[in-house]
RNA sequence: GGCGCUUUCGUCUAGCGGCUAGGACACAUGCCUCUCACGCAUGGAACACGGGUUCGAUUCCCGUAGGCGCUACCA
């Protein structure tokens, strides 16, 4: 396999919204495609005819788009190895079958679903397998002829792989090393499904990767238990030589409690699990996205990559894709499950958000500003979004408890910039920073500050610093806070030059007028 | 239940026989300061347990316990 050009495929189901596990999955897969200089194909998976949902797929690639992962060939770009989607490939793996059927690996079983389900209810522990296939209704069990009679009267069957018991099967993976799995544990799986005439997840994967020329599969770690008949299948069809090298990835856990990372656990917590907004096409139920919660692409990327995997010793964290390309390391991947950690999600997006060029914000902050009413100008947004950025903002934690972060969305700003466009309309005498800020002869100087800016030829940030800080200086004052609190209404906002500047001469003597007035 | 994977600060992790067990997120404190911050500095915080192997185990092996997954004509 050394000498063969690195192929790896990430291949969902189109069953819903990309899951943001299944992202990761992707995104290593793309990070070691790249590494090796070689190609990552997108195939789809819909060989599950119950389950497809329409836009799933539609869903995918836009996901992979925004995120910045991109295919070389597959669904969506072509290529030499398609058609890449399997419910297009019936033919292909019909013929596969049939060559197993042939060679005596596998058998046709014309037991149906309720005779299993009986079957299991009966004996527990039920396994289709060298224990129990003669007691069976297979071509193994019946007569030949019996066999071509039921098949000539119409009836359903299922192919199932004969699995030899009793021998040791190797799965040699990067992270885990070597796994080795008796074959007796192991059913006579179902290779080919009577319902839809398509074959399992196991057979069109391993026709697949073999004709796709797949030198590496990298998957979740829910895989590891079937990779040994997935080894056997190679073995079945004499392609062990070409067999991809597997890596087994470890999970991705509930931020809190036990198990996997759901949906559930997004909407309790109040943190998306799909990278992209979904709208349900049956239930018309929507979850949110990355993509629309305010995410920008890199930090979704960034934080997903070291879920599971480190550069290891000091090394800074915050990674571009192109570093992240060249550290990935496969084999330095950790095996144990990662908790979803949503909080360090939000840092990552603040280290790139903080890092964007001002200009960046001014679409998101425009929208934020329209949802609310107001008209602004670019240059007065990235002017505020200079101002603004690296203040924090208070949230509500998942137990209810109010907490400080940094600005780690667009969708943050609102309630910091407002009085930027917005007058306070009201002032609230007893919020603790009036208190501390506004005393028996504030009033007084602020009408005196008012006096002062009135006579100031050039009100820019410089020009009325000039001038108020010889003043203040001159008077021993200290006359920023009480300013605050008539520009502002609160405690917060940034430099009153800079928000004095901003709001221009004649609203700035306004807003003092309306505290000084409410205030007294 | 059976089989497999797994176990280092609250969380993500570094470590690959000898370390004051390192970093990041989160948390706390201090400095800075016209507010809230940012930033900077400092701090608390971990090798699941029990046996081996070894001069010496967080590191190797075996158990136990916990966690996770699989156990479909789903992927």
Redesign the pocket.
Known sequence: MSDRKVRVRF???P?GPLHIGGVRTALYNYLFARQHGGDMILRI?D??S??FVPGAEEYIIESFKWLGIQFDEGVGIGGQYGPYRQSERREIYKQYVNQLLDAGKAYVAF???EE?DAK?KEIE?F??DATTRMQMRNSLSLSASEVERLIAEGH???VRFLIEPGREVLVDDII??E???NSS?L?DK?LY????Q?????LANIVDDHLMEVTHVIRG??????APLHVLLYEAFGWTDTMPRFAHL??L?KPVG???LSKRDGDKLGFPVFPLEWHDPKSGEVSSGYREKGYLPQAVVNFLA???W?P???HS?VLSMEELIQLFDLG?C??????F?Y??AA?FNHQYL?NQPDEAWVPSLQKILEENGIVSTPEKMAEVVRMMK???IEYTDGEGNK????ISFVSDLWPLVRFFFVAPDSIDREDK?VRKNWKEGTAAEMKQLAEVLSGIEDFSVEGQKQVVDAWTEENGM?P??A??ICLVGA????????LSAFLGREETLRRMQFAIDTLG
């Open positions: 291949a969902p189901s069953t998976e060989t599950d119950t389950r037991d149906t679903p299993l299991r522990n396994q289709y359903q069957y299922v885990r090393g796994v080795i799995i544990i059913d179902v499904k009577s319902a839809d398509l074959p399992t997840y196991h770690e829910e895989w590891l238990p079937s470890p999970l856990l036990n198990g996997k070291l879920l599971g480190n290891g010793n000091d964290e330095k950790s095996r144990n499950g990662a908790r950690d909080v360090k840092w903080v690296l203040k924090v907490k400080k972060r940094n920073f200290r920023w806070n300013w605050r405690g917060q906002g940034p430099d009153m030059y800079e």
